[in-house]
């Protein structure tokens, strides 16, 4: 069955430390998002991308990067951790059309120190 | 005015009881609309797509109003397992979450 996941499920980190999550979904979608959430701010996109080679920023993009290196894969990067980016994180992917169903991985909870 | 307003509740509902709560949206070109479920410590998964005309699904019934621009999801004999938190979204050049409603059904 198709699936998308996501790894590590936690993480402890401390604060300048450079981070990777990863996203991996094999619903061959060309869309994938990914979303924080915190208590009080719902879910809000960090990046996104509509296929290979293609990125985008979200809403809160600040200190975050992705690449889009094939259809599977949307590694999430934290550059230099900080406190405040300590969150749930939650890759989703979706067919072509824009209005589709979003289908999310099982979330990352990444501690920042 | 925020993009997308919801009543964070708890809800608290006795199983068997009617449920409703509403959604409401600033973007009057707004396109798609959409309710997720999302179970404590889980991902979000989709619910029903909201259409023009209104749908249901079961006990699930999801209506639009354009003209006042707010969306609204009826549950109807509740049930146990229905106890979640629900997401309103919507779709114009960007996809938006609302922060959800928290509904918990009573024994």
């Known amino acids: 069955d198709a699936e998308i996941t996501q790894s590590p499920r936690h993480k402890i980190t401390e604060t300048g430390r450079q981070v990777t999550l990863a996203c991996h979904q094999t619903?061959?979608?060309?869309?994938m998002f990914w979303y924080r959430q915190d208590l009080g701010h719902g879910l809000r996109l960090i990046h996104y991308s509509y296929g290979v080679h293609d990125t985008n920023k979200g809403e809160v993009s600040d200190g975050y990067s992705v690449s889009r290196s094939n259809t599977e894969d949307l590694p999430l990067t934290l550059e230099s951790a900080a406190s405040s980016q300590t969150s749930v994180y939650f890759c989703?992917?979706?067919?072509?059309?824009?209005?589709?169903?979003?289908?999310f991985g099982p979330g990352t909870r990444l501690t920042v120190l | 005015r925020k993009e997308v307003e919801q009543d964070p509740g708890p809800f608290n509902v006795p199983e068997g009881a009617t449920v409703a709560f509403n959604c409401t949206y600033s973007?009057?070109?707004?396109?798609?609309f959409f309710w997720y479920r999302q179970d404590c410590r889980k991902e979000p998964k989709l619910l029903m797509s909201v259409y023009s005309s209104g749908n249901e699904d079961g006990r699930f019934t999801a209506q639009l109003n354009r003209a006042s621009q707010y969306i609204s999801l009826l549950i109807r004999d509740s049930k146990l397992s229905d106890s979640a938190t629900y997401l309103c979204?919507?779709?114009?050049?960007?996809?938006?979450f609302g922060k959800g409603t928290r509904l918990h059904i009573l024994p």
């Open positions: 979204v919507v779709l114009d050049d960007k996809i938006i």
């Open positions: 619903w061959n979608h060309n869309n």
């Open positions: 973007n009057s070109a707004s396109q798609s």
């Open positions: 989703a992917s979706s067919e072509n059309s824009r209005g589709s169903e979003q289908f």
